[in-house]
Every structure is written in C-alpha cells, then in structure tokens.
C-alpha cells in the first residue's frame, strides 16, 4: 500500500511564501516522476510543477521563477516552495507520485491535498 501525506499549506499574504511537502510512504520499489498540481475553487486542476523521471524539474509559466520543486530521496519526499505568491495561487494543491509498488504496471498516486489561500 503506498500513501502520500501532504502537509504545509495555510493562509498567506499576497507577497508571502509557503513550503508544502508531501511524504511517500509504503512498499515502492520505485517512484518514477514526483508533480504537484492545483485546483482552485470552479476551475479544473492544473499542473503545476513536477520532476520528470530523468530528473529534471519543470514549471508552470504561471509559477517559473516563484515556484520551486525539490525533493529528499532519502525521505522520499518532494517539495514545493512558493515565494511571491499572489491570490490566484489561492487552490488546494494536491502531490502525485508515478510509482512501481509490485502492481503490474506503475501507476499514479495522490495526496490528500493541501489548501493555499493567498489574501490580497
């Protein structure tokens, strides 16, 4: 069974900055890509920012130069660090990890969600 626990999320000013991390738990034999998405409240969820499987980070135009992704292997945890952010950020920010846990086949997993809320 694998879980991803997220934690970090609140309410910020505009200008302000959050960390959310999200935490892999459970058999893996191997986690492929790690992303962050949002969804805000009437719009559909969004990508955000992730890891590709070679390891490379990628972003939203939305977030480049705000935004950034990190991760700890040895925790099996990846991070989201927000700076500048602004009150369209406002969302609930969900991880999900592409992960090889003795399925057949890798497949996605989700977090429970983080709420952002970013005052102006």
Do not use: H
């Not at 935004?67 to 500048?84: E, H």
């Not at 991880?95 to 890798?106: D, E, F, T, V, Y």
């Amino acid at each position: 069974q694998v879980q991803l626990v997220e934690s970090g999320g609140g309410l910020v000013q505009a200008g302000g900055s959050l960390r959310l991390a999200c935490a892999v738990s459970g058999t893996i034999f191997r986690i492929n890509t790690m992303r962050w998405y949002r969804q805000a409240p009437g719009k559909q969820r969004e990508w955000v920012a992730g890891f590709t499987i070679s390891g490379s980070t990628s972003y939203a135009d939305s977030v480049k130069a705000r935004f950034t992704i990190s991760r700890d292997n040895a925790k099996n945890t990846v991070y989201l660090q927000m700076n500048n952010l602004k009150p369209e950020d406002t969302a609930v920010y969900y991880c999900c990890a592409n992960i090889l846990s003795g399925s057949l086949a890798p497949r996605d997993y989700w977090g429970q969600g983080s709420q952002v809320t970013v005052s102006s």
